[in-house]
């Protein structure tokens, strides 16, 4: 027998889980155009036609102008103006660029990650978007899906925050398969802003540019800079975000909507037990929740969503440690993540929409994506939209230089953007409503009565499920399913130049159906390390125990060691372990103790806080998160843990803490 007692690791494997790898861009090109640099013209080898430019006196300087020829029928179309390059304004650049259109796009700042800073990072593209990004360009769309994580293949959904256990499970692998869309994938904001910029081209997109006010004279419409510089097109799309300064002069000044919930977001070097089967998670509890994703390369992104008022600040290096007292007794899978994240890699913002609107321009300007309609992140919709509208809008241009080419009129552009808006306005509210909605949902879900309720907050002890939660679930089980088959499925039928088809890349597991209906299935599909880990005011118990799969070699618990007993002999000096107290053994994928008649017995308490003693010689089955005590005085008391990557060394001084402890 053998009678190595626990696992101390010396050299921790650092080997990476991953279903992508998490790519790094390169810098943007260095050539992206600048207003210091010549006005933008195109010559007939690059596209662009001679310009003609004036200098005027203006208040506030000099005023430069650059002005297209008219565009020949062969060349080109017309001059189509873009203020803003992210992804929505890009993303329509490159859809107007295939169709032939002169597009020029003006960014104040292309290099920068934009909204909340370069932890914001990966963003999640789902099948909706996607299908329109293979409409636009197949190549770009390629790369993009080449490049991203795919999170549609596995398990997504939502969980209660304090157990971790399953409450709604979401099949977003369905809907794409059955329509023939590309699964839905997480990508670095960065990653995808390079791909569309590249695909641009440096000769449309001036950087360092930003566009503050707008003339529309009927004919044409004429940009200033805040430089000063003006531009003529025959069109302004407004594509600036939530702070639009397009929409500002389209509209008058309106403050967006508070959503009522502040934002903390990271990204955390960590693999979660499950990272094979489960794609994202939304951990759900009163006034606050918390989102989980993988993001490939060994790395993890969160979201905690806390009701306050805005405007609040931290204290210098405060972020982590607010985190986790907001988030004290939730489970292992939210608090193990924070902990493993960096404070410098942990920001703050307030949570901001815009109500839908009936008007989205006035003549030849205007708006898509978070200009017109920036939602809540709870359906991870946002981006997605602001995708889908630049495919719309191209195409209704395209259609009517199409029109205007069969009769021999001028181009209507006036009601090919009523007709853009149109085509939008139902949908893209409908999905801002169903994020504000989810928004509510989780963050009013109540597991148990009692919660929320003040001085009756007792009644959480008895753990009577709140009626709330279920009748919450019977209505997601329903109308959750057609819901994500309208929102994916978005317009994968009437997209133009793609055809309905999967990719052999998109497959899921063959539990994928499995792990839906049974918890057990997904939990035996784990591909992870089990340890027991010492908790609490433990004083026997000071080492990490790690758990072999080994069916022949049991796992003895006793207060002496045990060198004639087959298996591994563990011991504990407490007080109330017996000489020969439990045994541990593991059997067709589940692990089992079984109390050897010990005085003081052998309890388990789960995730749920339900806390009982395992009957003698029986083996009960236990599972990640629960404690196990030998004894009743909790001296020798662990908690389960199931992990991908080998433990750090445990009551270490200096030592830096990866794991949730209680």
């Known amino acids: 027998m053998s009678s190595t007692l626990l696992y101390n690791p010396i050299n921790p494997s650092t080997t990476l889980y991953s279903r992508t790898p998490f790519l790094i861009p390169k810098d943007f090109p260095a050539d992206l155009c600048s207003p210091n640099q010549k006005p933008l013209s195109r010559n007939p080898e690059n596209g662009f036609s001679k310009k003609f430019t004036t200098r005027a006196k203006a208040a506030g300087g000099v005023v430069e102008t650059a002005r297209a020829e008219p565009p020949s029928k062969e060349k080109k179309k017309m001059r189509v103006l873009v203020a803003g390059g992210g992804i929505g304004g890009l993303v329509f650049a490159l859809a107007a660029k295939r169709r032939g259109f002169d597009v020029v796009v003006f960014e104040k700042d292309l290099s920068a990650i934009r909204g909340e800073g370069q932890y914001r990072g990966p963003i999640q593209i789902q099948s909706n978007a996607l299908a329109a990004l293979e409409a636009i360009d197949m190549d770009v769309a390629d790369e993009v899906l080449s490049s991203g994580c ?96 397009v929409r500002k002069n389209l509209f008058g000044l309106t403050d967006p909507i508070y959503s009522g919930y502040t934002c903390y977001t990271g990204i955390a070097d960590f693999v979660p037990a499950d990272i094979e089967t489960v794609g994202y998670r939304v951990f759900l509890g009163h006034k606050q929740y918390f989102v989980s994703s993988d993001v490939g390369g060994g790395k993890m992104q969160w979201y905690a969503f806390y009701n306050e008022k805005p405007g609040g600040v931290d204290d210098p290096k405060g972020k982590k440690t607010r985190l986790l007292k907001l988030f004290d007794g939730w489970c292992d899978n939210v608090i193990d993540l924070l902990l493993a994240t960096d404070e410098d890699a942990i920001l703050r913002r307030d949570i901001y929409d815009r109500t839908p609107t009936f008007s989205w321009g006035k003549g030849r300007v205007t708006l898509l994506g978070d200009s017109v309609h920036a939602m809540q992140p709870n359906l991870g919709q946002g981006g997605c939209m602001a995708i889908e509208d630049g495919y719309q809008l191209a195409m209704e241009l395209d259609k009517a230089w199409a029109q205007s080419i069969e009769t021999g009129t001028q181009i209507d552009v006036v009601s090919s953007l009523k007709r853009y808006e149109n085509a939008r306005k139902l949908r893209v509210a409908v999905i801002h409503g169903l994020a504000r909605m989810a928004a509510i949902m989780a963050s009013t879900y109540k597991a148990y009565l009692g919660v929320g309720l003040g001085p009756l907050s007792f009644l959480t002890k008895f753990r009577i499920p709140h009626p709330g939660r279920v009748g919450g679930r019977v209505f997601i089980d329903i109308g959750m399913p057609l819901m994500l088959s309208w929102v994916l499925g978005g317009n994968g039928s009437k997209l133009e130049g793609r055809a309905l088809q999967c990719r052999l890349s998109d497959k899921a597991s063959d539990q994928l159906r499995t792990w839906f209906s049974d918890d057990e299935a997904l939990e035996r599909a784990l591909d992870a390390d089990w340890f027991l880990f010492p908790i609490g005011d433990s004083t026997a118990a000071s080492e990490t125990i790690f758990l072999s799969r080994d069916e022949k070699n049991p796992y003895v618990i006793g207060s002496v060691s045990h060198a004639n007993v087959p298996g591994v002999s563990i011991a504990i000096p407490s007080p109330q372990v017996s000489e020969m107290h439990a045994k541990i053994t593991y059997k067709d994928g589940f692990f089992y103790v079984t109390d050897l008649r010990s005085e003081h017995g052998t309890w388990i308490a789960d995730n749920e806080d339900k806390r009982f003693r395992v009957s003698p010689n029986f083996p009960t089955r236990f599972r990640p998160t629960d404690v196990i005590e030998f004894g009743s005085d909790k001296k020798a008391a662990f908690r389960v843990k199931a992990m991908k990557l080998a433990p750090k060394a445990t009551n270490k001084e200096g030592e830096k803490e990866v794991l949730q402890a209680v």
């Open 150 to 245: 795919i999170t549609g293949d596995r398990i997504n959904g939502l969980v209660d925050g304090i157990s971790g256990n399953w409450y709604v499970k979401f099949d977003t692998f369905t809907p794409a398969a059955e329509r023939g869309l590309p699964v839905t994938r997480v990508i670095s904001r960065m990653t995808l802003q390079q791909i569309l910029a590249r695909a641009v081209g440096s000769d449309i997109i001036i950087n360092d540019s930003n566009v503050v006010d707008f003339n529309d004279d009927g004919e044409k419409v004429t940009v200033t800079l805040g430089s000063g510089q003006s531009y003529e097109g025959d069109l302004l799309i407004g594509a600036d975000g939530i702070y639009s300064k």
